[in-house]
């Protein structure tokens, strides 16, 4: 069972898979949010053989959804078109902020972030 984890920002998206098990989440890469998009995350899920997505539901500080949060319903519609796989949202507040406390800033900071969310839904849901 490998799951796809995905934490989508209006410029970039990170991308992390788990191991074959679907125990532990690894970083994958970062995709640029442009018009390929979704033919990029259709393609690296039917490489990998995913059967599940997970995604950073997006909230503000108040816990109330922030302004990407209605890009991300919408995004959640054209991926689940795409993939057809079920999709879960799973908490993302200071993902970001995290992946740069372990790592630092880097090229790959988005994917680390996308690791962060997916180990956490695994946590909770195992």
């Known amino acids: 069972m490998r799951m796809m984890g995905i934490d989508y920002g209006k410029k970039r998206v990170g991308v992390a898979f788990t191991d074959d098990a679907g125990l532990m989440a690894f970083p994958h890469g970062v995709v640029i949010n442009d018009a390929n998009l979704l033919k990029t995350l259709t393609e690296l899920a039917e490489e990998k053989g995913v059967t599940e997505i997970v995604i950073g539901h997006s909230l503000g500080r108040d816990g109330k959804p922030n302004e990407i949060h209605s ?41 680390s972030a996308a690791a962060i969310i997916l180990n956490s839904f695994i946590t909770r849901t195992k």
């Open 71 to 111: 890009r991300v319903e919408e995004f959640i519609g054209d991926l689940t078109l795409h993939i057809g796989v079920p999709i879960h949202l799973e908490p993302e507040q200071y993902s970001t902020q995290e992946a740069v406390r372990f790592q630092g800033r880097n090229a790959n900071t988005d994917a």
